[in-house]
């Protein structure tokens, strides 16, 4: 087979010669929608979805039929040049020679090795051999699928403990042009099981920490600290970790991935299509809220799941976890507006920042007083219940804060300014930067919502001020929680 060039190096214009020469005809029409949503050779190697190869061909099912097989085909063809050194007969001698021969370094201590070049996939257990035999799709098989992962392992570990991406990917190539009919349905064809080797490597790892190779890098990479999954105190959370959740009817962990694998790759473009990112976010809900639960950093689950690096995605986050008919915001906005006059007449000189507020009102024009009202209600509040706002709000000047729990670094010093909406702010949770908020309003709605989202306990220091916003504001009642007291009730 002639040389030919790997799909992911393809431009957008080569990718459209490309499929020309395949026998689609492209109008400019088509050509056009190539062009303005940047499809190249990436793009479509990451894996494009139905729904967007039947945007890029609307109207023709026999063209989303033909792009798809050419897809497939074009990176079969790929595979095989890639591997197109294996001989077409193995003998004895050679097989030798691609086992791993055992040496050691100048110390004494196993060496770092690579996989050879050619890659010969190992036999597996009788019973699953039979299958792939048998020709039968026992990759969907979850005991089936990890003895064949187990394999591949134990054979890469022969050579080391921390391949690289091309040898998982090497890996992974090889099996499904040995056994084609263990290809992923969607993508490149091998991404799955390219994920699963990861997977075991890094789990089969964690408890080898007297291992030379493993403690060298453990030590490079900085892994010597507790992780902040393990240091956070259990009665940090709202709820038990050992809480179940049931996945969604038809998924596992390789329908998760693959749906985790699309919503990264459009909440990276410039304008993600919010209904499949929407989509994406519900289809993996409950696998999202076991890993929380089981304690998941919250930068790890940020970097998962990056649509929780919005406001409106958080909203939504809490939506699923409290339905109700109203979306969660629009809830927080109408509630604390009922309770809002009451609220500013019981802070009324209990704060320094009542002075801020009397300054900024005197400031500002007509239209801009109920913002204003609303933002100055949110920051007096705990005052009410004798507790402070600057355990929920710090200014730049103060520095990083030193909590686990939701907070909002205003990007100003001025808190006349915030009360006006004149500044940005940041949210953050356990010190790490969650989203940028352009009021301070919107910050503060997004803080709290992380509660939620995060399963975060209330703090001591603040937890009457957001008990009250939980049950009589946004009228959420969660298991264990005791009613508000009757005077609360009655004065606001």
């Given amino acids: 087979m002639s040389a030919t060039a790997p799909l992911s190096s393809l431009s957008t214009d080569e990718l459209i010669q490309k499929i020309t020469l395949a026998g689609i005809q492209i109008n400019e029409e088509e050509a056009r929608k190539f062009r303005e949503n940047d499809v190249d050779g990436e793009t479509v190697d990451c894996g494009l979805t139905e729904s967007m190869v039947g945007y890029l061909f609307d109207g023709s099912f026999k063209k989303q039929i033909k792009f798809q097989q050419f897809v497939r085909q074009y990176k079969e063809a790929e595979t ?4 197109q050194q294996v001989p077409l007969e193995v003998n004895e001698e ?12 100048p110390n004494h201590e196993p ?6 070049a050619v890659v010969i996939i190992p036999a597996f257990p009788k019973d699953v051999q039979m299958t792939l035999n048998a020709q039968e799709t026992c990759h969907i098989v979850p005991k089936l ?14 050579y080391t403990l921390y391949p690289t991406n091309a040898e998982y990917v090497q890996v992974s190539k090889a099996l499904i042009v040995k056994y084609p009919f263990l290809r992923d349905v969607a993508g490149n064809g091998y991404h799955t099981w390219h994920m699963s080797l990861k997977r075991k490597f890094k789990a089969e790892r964690a408890p080898l920490v007297s291992d030379n190779e493993v403690k060298r890098l453990k030590d490079k990479f900085g892994h010597t600290k507790q992780s902040k999954a393990t240091s956070v105190p259990a009665s940090l959370g709202r709820k038990p970790a050992n809480q179940t959740f049931e996945l969604c009817v038809g998924e596992d962990s390789t329908s998760v991935e693959a749906h985790v694998n699309v919503l990264q790759s459009e909440c990276r473009k410039t304008h993600p299509n919010i209904l499949t990112v929407k989509d994406r976010m519900a289809r993996t809900f409950s696998w999202r809220r076991r890993e929380i639960m089981e304690g998941v950093p919250v930068e790890d689950v940020l970097n998962k799941y990056p649509y929780l690096r919005i406001p409106a995605g958080v909203f939504d986050e809490v939506d699923r976890i409290h339905p109700s008919t109203h979306g969660f915001c629009h809830r927080f906005r109408e509630g604390f507006a009922t309770v809002l006059p009451n609220v500013l007449k019981l802070a009324e000189g209990k704060s320094l920042l009542a002075k801020q507020y009397t300054d900024a009102r005197q400031d500002a024009l007509a239209d801009d007083l109920p913002g204003i009202d609303f933002r100055a209600g949110l920051i007096l509040l705990p005052s009410i219940f004798r507790e402070k706002i600057e355990h929920c709000i710090i200014t730049v000047r103060e520095g990083d804060p030193a909590t686990l729990h939701p907070t909002i670094q205003l990007t100003d010093n001025d808190w006349k300014m915030a009360i006006t909406a004149r500044g940005l702010s940041v949210v953050k949770v356990d010190g790490v930067d969650v989203c940028q908020c352009a009021s301070l309003d919107e910050a503060f709605i997004t803080a ?6 995060f399963n975060i306990a209330y703090p001591p220091h603040l937890r009457s001020t957001l008990a009250f916003l939980q049950r009589r504001v946004v009228g959420i009642v969660e298991e264990g929680d005791k009613p508000l007291p009757v005077t609360v009730l009655r004065v606001i």
């Fill in 80 to 83: 095989i040049i890639t591997l």
């Fill in 94 to 105: 050679s097989t030798t020679q691609l086992q791993p021969q055992p040496f050691t370094s």
């Fill in 111 to 116: 060496a770092h090795k690579r996989l050879p």
């Fill in 145 to 158: 699928r990890n003895k064949i992962i187990r394999v591949l392992y134990e054979m890469m570990a022969e």
């Fill in 448 to 453: 709290f919502s992380m509660y939620f989202v």
